[in-house]
C-alpha cells in the first residue's frame, strides 16, 4: 500500500498513478472474475437438496408465488453476466426511436435514436450545422420526431443477415437505416411523394429493395385538395427503395414508386421462396369515405368499414423494376412514379379480394402462402401464390376496381380460410408448422395448424385452430423468433399488448405498453405467458426477433479518428500531438483530443461573434470507455465512444466563461476532466487568435 | 353471433357496434380476468412434488442456472399483473430525462421527459408556443437537452411522502419539479448565476427548500474572466430554491443563494433530526487549479488532486434564510446571494476538512452523522453534528480558508474515520445499522457497521468494515429502499454501476450501463446481486426508491378538459357538441374532441399563412383510454390522455394535405382515427372561413 499520510491518504503522486492503473487494472479483473462468475460452459448439473428444496419453497411462499411462477421465472431470468440468446428490435412507435431488447430476460438493453434528437448518444446535439439535425429537415425545417413502426432486419437469401435495420416513420413517411455495426442511424431518407406511410419498412429476401407502403390518401407530391376532389386527386402509393449495401445506404436515385388508388395501404411483406419477386400490401377503405362527421357525414372509422371486402394489392417488383429501368416511370416531384395505368399495361399490379379493413399480410416461411388478417372478420384467409400466378395467366377476373386494376376472383386465389377469433391482426410462424395470429379483440394469440406442405410436420388437422392464450390487452402485432425468415425458430413469442391497465403500477394518466413473452416451445398445446415487460418509452408497433450470435456488432470504433457518420476513418480526426486552436479571421478552429481523463487543450478562449469549429478525437481504444463532451448553456453533447471523431460548429453567440466537461462516467477522475470556454465579450474583445 | 355473409364477415353496421361494445368490454373482462390471476391474497402456499422439483432441475440443467440462479429468480420474478414492491426513481444521465424502474423485478415502467423533448409524452412538440419549449430556453435559446444528476423525492418529516419529484441538470443548472399525479414535468427553473451544478437536487426534511449546489466555478451571473483571474473573480454558489408545495411550483421570488468560493461544489445533504436546520456540501479543488495541459501546466485531474485535505462545506440555513429575509442579501444578475463576507458575519457557513476530492455526504437516519465519502482515501470519515456545533460554539477552529471562512479543526469534528477500500463514493443505510458505500475503484459493495446510538442495533464492531459484495463495474452511486429517509427499509439495495463492459450483448461501441440489484436483507453477512439490468438510456447518476404505496397517482385526469400545465380544469377545453372551426382575420380557431375512434372535425380547411390554434379535449375517462394527435411534416405530436386538454398554434406555412391521426393504439379502429388539415396555397386562397 502507498504511503498514507496523518488522514489516511495516500500521497497525490502516488495516488494519481495507482488510480489511473486500477481503473484500467480494475476493470480488466472484473471482466477476469465476470468471467469466471458466468454461468458457462463450466456449469455442473445441479440437483437440489431437500434442504434447498425447502428454501425455495419457503421463498416462493413469501413471495406468494405457485409453481408456475418459479417455471416463468427459470425460463426468463439471466444470471448475471450470461448474454441473452435473441435480441428484440423493436420500433418505439412515436418516441421515434428504435429499441433493443433482449430475450428471454426482456431487458431493454439500448435504445438507438432514430427520428428524434436524443442527447445520451448525442444524436442530434452537434451545433449548428449537426448532420443529424439536416438529415431530419423536411424542406428546410425540423421535423424532430417520428412514428416509427416497422423495423425491418436485412435479409440474405430470406435469412436476417444482422448488418443493417430499417424502419419507417408514419407520421413524416420517411425511412431510417441503422448500421448494426454501431447500432447508430446513418440515413433518413424522406419519402417525396407523401405524408404518412404504414406498410415501412419491409425487405425484399436479398435486401434489394426496402419497401415502404403508404397509408392515408393524399395529393401525391405534397399537393392539396380539398375533400370533394378525393376519388379524382388523392392517391396512394408504395415506394422501393434500393439498398445499396456496399455503402450501407438507400440509393435515393435507383429508387421509384407505384402510384396506387386512394385506398389506404396499410402492412406489407416481401415473397420469398415460391412467391420470391412478389410483394404484397393490404389496404382499406376501398369505400374511399372521405369523413366529414362535422357535415354529417359517417365519420371515418365508419365509412372505411361499410364494404365486406378490400384489396390485397399484388405487385411483381422484378417487372415493376424492369419498367422502371425502361423509363417507363413519370417524374412528380422530382421521384420517378409507375401510374396505375403503366402498372396495368405492364401486367405487374393486381387486387385479390380480402375480408374488410386487414391488417396484416405474412407470407409464410416457404413462400406458398399469404396469410391476410383482417380485424373485423373472425377468420384469417390463407392466399396461394401458385392459385394467384395462375389466376393471374388465366385472366380470372371477377372484374376491375375503379381505376382499372385486374380483381383477382376471390374464389380462385384463395387456399383457406380459419376461423380464429375476434379481431385478428398479424401472424408469426413457427418452426413446427404453425401459424400464432394476435386476436386484438379477444385479447389474445391463437396458434393455428398450416396446411399444404406444412400439414406433414406436425398432427393437427390443417388451416385450423389449436389453442389460444390470453393476453393483458388487446394485443397489436406479434413477433417470433426469427419470425419472419424462410426458417423460423419457435422456441419464443413477443405478444405486444396495447393496453397493461392494471398490469403495473400506475404511473400517471400515461401507461407502459405490456410485452408478453410467450413459451411457444413448451411441451404439449399450452403457450403459458412467462414475463409481463413493461414498454415504457413510447407505443411499439412492431418488432423483429434476431439471434444474438447473427450480431457482429463492433466493441469499439475500427481505428482512432473513426467518423461514424462516414464509416470511415477521417482526415481532420486530430491525432495526439495536433492539438491547438487556430484562427482565420473570426473562424476559430479547435483540435482537441480526449483520453481518461482530460481533454487538450483545457481552456478554448475565443471572441463575441467567431464561429467556432471544433474537432474532438477520443484517443481510448478500450471497450466501454466512452467519453461525453458538453459545453453548458451551447446546447451541445456528443457521445464519444472509443475511438470517434466528431466534429460541430457554432457561432459564440454568448459571451461567459463557460465550463465544458465529459458526460458519461469515465474513471474516478471523471469529474475533473473538464475545461473552460472562454467567450470574451465584444467590449473586450481585441481580436487576439483564439489559445 | 351476428350474421355473416359469404366470406365470414360480420354486416357492417352490427360490426361497428359489436366492436365498439367489445373494445370496452374486453378490457373489462381482461381486468376481471387479470385480477383473478393475479397472485394476489388468495395465493395458498405451495409444496413442490417430487415430479415438480424434477421438472425444475431439469429446466435450470437445461439453461444453465446454478442453486443460487434459482433463488436470485425467485427473489425478482413478478407474475404477471403483480405490482413491484418500490420504484426506483432514476435520472437518466445526459438523455437529460427521468426513469421509473419497478424494484425487485427491475423493470423499466415509464420515462419522464424533463429537459429534452419527447415525442411519445408529446413533450415539447405542441406547436410555436409550447411552453415546454418556452421553458427550455435560455437566454432565449433552446437548450433542449440536460444532464440529470439527483433525483430528491418531496419530504415530509423527512420521509419521501410521494408528492413530488426534483432534479437537477448539471449541464445547464437548472431544476425541474415533476408533479407524481400525473408524473409530469412542471417546472424548470434556470440558475441565474452559474452555468454547471452537480449537488442538485436535495431537499429539506420538509420540502422548504430544493437545494442546488453547483459544481464548476465560474463568474457568477453569467459574467467572463480568463484562467488567469481564476482565484479573483471566479465563484462558487449553492442555490435554495423555496417550494410552494400547495402550487405544487418552485417560488422563485423567495429563492436565494450564497456565494462560496471557487471550490466545486459536489454533492450535498440536508440535515435531519439532530442536524435539522444545516445542510451539507462536499467541495473539490480547494487547490483551485485552474488546468491549462496545453500550456504546461498540470491538468486539471492532477491539479486538482494535489492536496490531502477538501472542505466540507456546512452551512446553517434556518439562519441564511433569516438573513437572506432582513435583506442582507445583494443582488446578482437580478437574484439575491448572501455574499461571502455576509455568511461568515451572520456565522452560517463554516468549514470542516474532508479526506481529499470527496463525492457523496451522507446524514445518517437519525441526523446525528454525516458520512464523506472521497474517491482517493480507502476511508470514509464520520463527523458528529453535535461535535460541528460544539466547534462552532467554541472556535475550535483550525484557521481559515482564502476567503475567510473559518475551518473547524478537524479532530474535534470527526467521529470516526472507516477503511473499505479503493475509491468510496457515495453512502446509503438500512435499518439495522448499517451503510453501505460504494467503492468505485475496487467495483464492489461495503457494508460497514455504524456507531454511537447505531451500536445497540448490531453485533458487529462500530464503525468497522463489515463485508463487500463484487459488481460489474466501477460503480458510482448506490441506493437503497427509503435509503435517503429518517427511515431507510433495507431489503433492496440497487448498485448503479457505470461500466458494463461485458455483461449484456455487445451493442455497438456505446453499451448500456449496469443496474444491480442487492440482496441487503438475505440472513448472514451475504449480500449477493440478484438481478442485472442493463440501463439503456443514459448513464443515470443517481436515484432513490420509494414504496410503491406511497404514490398516489391519477389512473386519469380528474376532470374531462383537464390543463396538465397548470394543473386545473380549462374553460377553453371544448366540450361535446362545441366543436368546430371558427376564423378572425387570418387567425383560425380548431375546437376539437377526440374520442373513441374519431377526432371531431375530420377536416379542418385553412388557408397558407394562417394562424392556427387548435385545442384538443380527450372525452375518454378509461384509464389507460390515451390519444395520440399528430400533423404529418409539422412537427406537431400530443399525448392526449383520458380527460386531458391541449392547445397549439402554428403557422400553416406549408400548403398541401395533411393527413392528422391518433398515434397512440386506442381501438381496433384506431388506424381510422383520423382526418385532414388542407392548407389552400395562396394561389388558390379565397379567403373563405377556416371550416
Known amino acids: 500500500m502507498a504511503r498514507k499520510n496523518r488522514t489516511g491518504c495516500v500521497g497525490s503522486a502516488v495516488l494519481m498513478a495507482l488510480v489511473a492503473g486500477l481503473v484500467a487494472e480494475g476493470v480488466a479483473l472484473g471482466q477476469q472474475e465476470g468471467r469466471r462468475r458466468r454461468p458457462g460452459a463450466e456449469a455442473r448439473p445441479i440437483e437440489m437438496t431437500p434442504d434447498q428444496v425447502a428454501q425455495l419453497t419457503r421463498l416462493a411462499n413469501e413471495r406468494r408465488l405457485n409453481f408456475d411462477d418459479l417455471l416463468s421465472s427459470a425460463k426468463t431470468f439471466m444470471p448475471s453476466g450470461r448474454h441473452d440468446d435473441y435480441v428484440l ?121 426496402v419497401i415502404e407502403g403508404g397509408q392515408y390518401a393524399t395529393v401525391l407530391g405534397y399537393g392539396y385538395a380539398p375533400p370533394e376532389e378525393y376519388k379524382a386527386k388523392y392517391r396512394g402509393m408504395v415506394t422501393l427503395w434500393k439498398f445499396d449495401r456496399a455503402r450501407g445506404r438507400i440509393d435515393e436515385k435507383s429508387s421509384f414508386a407505384l402510384e396506387l388508388p386512394p385506398y389506404w395501404q396499410d402492412l406489407a411483406d416481401a415473397g420469398k421462396g415460391a412467391s420470391d419477386g412478389y410483394f404484397f400490401v393490404n389496404s382499406f377503405n376501398v369505400e374511399m369515405a372521405s369523413g366529414g362527421v362535422e357535415r354529417g357525414q359517417p365519420p371515418f372509422e365508419a365509412g372505411a368499414s361499410k364494404r365486406d371486402m378490400d384489396y390485397l394489392h399484388i405487385v411483381d417488383w422484378k417487372k415493376a423494376e424492369r419498367a422502371f429501368k425502361a423509363g ?98 398479424h401472424t408469426q410462424f413457427d418452426d413446427k408448422g404453425y401459424a400464432y395470429t394476435s386476436l386484438f379483440l379477444d385479447s389474445a394469440v391463437a396458434r393455428w395448424a398450416l396446411g399444404g406442405d406444412y400439414a406433414k410436420l406436425h398432427k393437427d388437422q390443417p388451416w385450423k385452430l389449436v389453442t389460444k392464450t390470453p393476453v393483458q390487452y388487446n394485443i397489436g402485432h406479434l413477433s417470433a423468433a426469427e419470425g419472419d425468415t424462410v426458417s423460423p425458430d419457435g422456441k419464443y413469442l413477443v405478444s405486444m399488448s396495447k ?189 487576439e487568435a483564439g489559445r
Chains 1, 2 share one sequence.
Not at 161 to 170: A, H, N, P
Not at 350 to 371: I, L, Q, R
Not at 635 to 647: A, R, V
Request: hydrophobic share 35%; aromatic share 10%; glycine share 10%.
Open 89 to 209: 428490435f423493436s420500433s418505439g412507435g412515436q418516441s421515434g426511436q428504435v429499441y433493443a431488447i433482449g430475450v428471454p430476460s426482456m431487458r431493454l438493453l439500448r435504445s438507438i435514436a432514430v427520428f428524434t434528437p436524443e442527447s445520451w448518444q448525442g444524436y442530434g446535439f452537434a451545433g449548428d450545422q449537426d448532420p443529424v439535425i439536416e438529415s431530419l429537415k423536411i424542406d428546410g425545417k425540423l421535423v424532430g420526431w417520428g412514428d416509427t413502426h416497422h423495423p425491418a432486419l436485412s435479409e440474405t437469401k430470406g435469412e436476417y443477415d444482422g448488418q443493417f435495420l430499417f424502419i419507417g416513420d408514419k407520421a413524416n413517411a420517411r425511412v431510417a437505416v441503422i448500421d448494426l455495426r454501431d447500432w447508430e442511424t446513418k440515413q433518413i431518407v424522406k419519402n417525396p411523394l407523401t405524408i404518412s406511410d404504414h406498410g415501412a419498412a419491409f425487405v425484399t429476401p436479398d435486401t434489394d429493395y
Open 328 to 425: 417507363k416511370a413519370k417524374t412528380i416531384n422530382g421521384f420517378p412514379v409507375l401510374t396505375i395505368e403503366t402498372s396495368i399495361a405492364e401486367g405487374l399490379l393486381y387486387f385479390a379480394p380480402e375480408p374488410k379493413s386487414p391488417h396484416g399480410v405474412d407470407v409464410t416461411p416457404c413462400g406458398k402462402y399469404m396469410v391476410v388478417a383482417g380485424k373485423l372478420d373472425p377468420h384469417v384467409t390463407v392466399y396461394s401464390i401458385e392459385k394467384v400466378k395462375r389466376a393471374i395467366e388465366s385472366k380470372a377476373y371477377s372484374g376491375t376496381d375503379d381505376y382499372g386494376i385486374p380483381v383477382l376472383n376471390f374464389d380462385a386465389v384463395k387456399e383457406a380460410q380459419v376461423e380464429l377469433g375476434l379481431g385478428p391482426l
Open 499 to 687: 393496453w397493461s391497465v392494471d398490469r403495473f403500477i400506475t404511473t400517471g394518466p400515461l401507461l407502459p405498453q405490456n410485452f408478453q413473452l410467450l413459451d411457444i416451445g413448451a411441451p404439449g398445446t399450452a403457450m403459458p405467458v412467462i414475463y409481463d415487460m413493461p414498454f415504457p418509452v413510447g407505443e411499439p408497433h412492431y418488432c423483429q426477433m434476431i439471434k444474438a450470435d447473427k450480431l457482429k456488432s463492433w466493441e469499439v470504433y475500427p481505428q482512432i479518428g473513426w467518423n461514424p457518420h462516414t464509416q470511415a476513418l477521417d482526415p481532420r480526426a486530430p491525432k495526439k500531438g495536433e492539438e491547438g486552436v487556430t484562427r482565420e479571421g473570426n473562424k476559430v478552429l479547435v483540435k482537441m483530443t480526449a483520453i481518461r481523463s482530460h481533454f487538450f487543450p483545457e481552456h478554448v478562449e475565443v471572441n463575441e461573434g467567431d464561429v467556432v469549429t471544433w474537432r474532438i478525437t477520443a484517443l481510448e481504444s478500450t471497450k466501454d470507455a466512452t467519453h461525453g463532451f458538453c459545453i453548458g448553456a451551447y446546447n451541445i453533447n456528443l457521445s464519444l465512444e472509443p475511438g470517434e471523431f466528431q466534429e460541430f460548429t457554432f457561432t459564440a453567440d454568448r459571451p461567459g466563461t463557460y465550463p465544458f466537461y465529459c458526460t458519461e462516467f469515465c474513471s474516478a477522475l471523471h469529474l475533473e476532466m473538464m475545461g473552460y470556454l472562454h467567450v470574451k465579450p465584444k467590449s473586450l474583445a481585441t481580436g
